[in-house]
């Protein structure tokens, strides 16, 4: 048994906000910004556009390239810390956008920007463990736009809107089997040092939590950048040695898109070109769950990957929850 990717899309709004446009909004600088991070802009989601919304313009492309329609998943994972609502879950909500008649289940899953690593691991499972189950659909969706404090410049400059599915279905040929190998983690003792404080049961939403923008990220970002680098590179380095296959062998490293500063150290310590490298984070900023599926699906389109290539993929997020996943394309 195995799975296989069958499909891939993503989508991004419609508004672009630049270094030049946040240098009107807080005291930055492009130079400043894009030194620190490699980020020059961002997408920004409409104010009446919700994280289903970005959730499902990505899963319609991934059922389109997967060439099956909405009945015939099995399954729908949405990873998200931007959900809609706390209740019901997004992927329930998007099972209804999409025009899924089947009742097939439906759940989200938190684990931050490391929530799209999670949740194919998760599909892995039950699609070689589920007779029933035969095709997931696996989306990261953000609107870290609407958790942003706009007039803090230590965080505002890094995050952007996004979304990236992608559609994963069982086989029986072990050779197609796309998951070589992948291992997760999680640490909670650093649980404070990313965080969005207001909103539940710790601190419910209230005038003053909100007066006080507790309903916003709020980061640690020089101890955040160290954990990133150590634990996405320990995780890899796990994944290529369960796998028994080196670095050289593989073609892409696809780390979350956090900022360029932490992907060219990830890429340095793991001995991996900058050229072996994919980013995207200068175009779309920081978008949590959806940034390794953003870029799945641009090398998937741009032909960057053939069959039987090796693909790295590494996340780090708030939790903190890391990973990494080798697949075999
Ligand atoms: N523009 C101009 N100056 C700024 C800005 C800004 N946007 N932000 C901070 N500064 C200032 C600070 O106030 C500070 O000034 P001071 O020296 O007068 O006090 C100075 O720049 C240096 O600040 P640092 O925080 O030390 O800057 P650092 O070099 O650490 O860079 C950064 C900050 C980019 C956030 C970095 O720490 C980082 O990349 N951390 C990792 C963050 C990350 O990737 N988080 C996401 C992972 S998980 C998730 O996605 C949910």
């Known amino acids: 048994m195995g799975i296989r990717i069958i499909g891939t899309g993503s989508y991004t709004p419609e508004k672009v906000l630049t270094n030049q446009d946040l240098e009107k909004m807080v005291e930055t600088s492009d130079e400043w910004i894009t030194t620190r991070t490699g980020i020059k802009e ?34 729908i994972i949405v990873a998200s810390f931007t959900v809609d609502q706390l209740l019901p879950a997004t992927s329930c909500i998007l099972q209804q956008k999409l025009g899924v008649s089947n009742k097939c289940l439906c759940f989200d899953m938190q684990a931050a920007c490391s929530g799209l ?44 809107d996004g979304a990236a599915a992608i559609v994963l279905e069982s086989t029986n040929d072990t050779d197609e089997d796309c998951m070589v190998s992948s291992n997760l983690g999680a640490d909670g003792n650093y649980s404070n040092i990313l965080q969005i404080p207001a909103g539940g049961t710790a601190m419910p939403m209230t005038k003053d939590a909100l007066d006080q923008k ?56 793991l001995k991996m070109p900058e050229e072996r490298v994919y980013m995207n984070v200068d175009r779309f900023g920081n978008t949590s769950a959806a940034s390794i599926g953003l870029c799945l699906d641009e090398m998937a389109r ?7 290539d090796y693909v790295l993929l590494t996340a780090f997020g708030g939790g903190l929850t890391w990973g990494a996943v080798l697949l075999r394309w």
């Open 42 to 75: 961002r997408h920004i989601a409409a104010d009446n556009q919700i994280t289903s919304d970005l959730a499902l313009e990505a899963s319609k492309n991934a059922l389109e390239a997967a060439g099956i329609g909405p009945d015939d998943l099995d399954g």
């Open 117 to 160: 690593l999670y949740a194919i691991n998760v599909a892995d499972s039950m699609l070689n463990f589920n007779p029933g189950i035969n095709r997931m659909l696996v989306v990261g969706a953000e609107k870290l736009s609407s958790i942003v404090d706009w007039t803090d410049r230590t965080t505002c400059v890094l995050f952007g």
């Open 214 to 269: 507790l309903n916003c990220i709020k980061m640690e970002g020089q101890e955040t950048f160290k954990l990133a680098v150590g634990n996405m590179v320990a995780s890899c380095k796990k994944a290529l040695d369960d796998a028994g296959v080196t670095i050289d062998q593989v073609k892409w490293l696809v780390p979350h898109q956090a900022n360029y500063r932490i992907l060219k150290a990830v890429a340095t310590r």
């Open 302 to 308: 741009g032909e960057l990957v053939q069959r039987g």
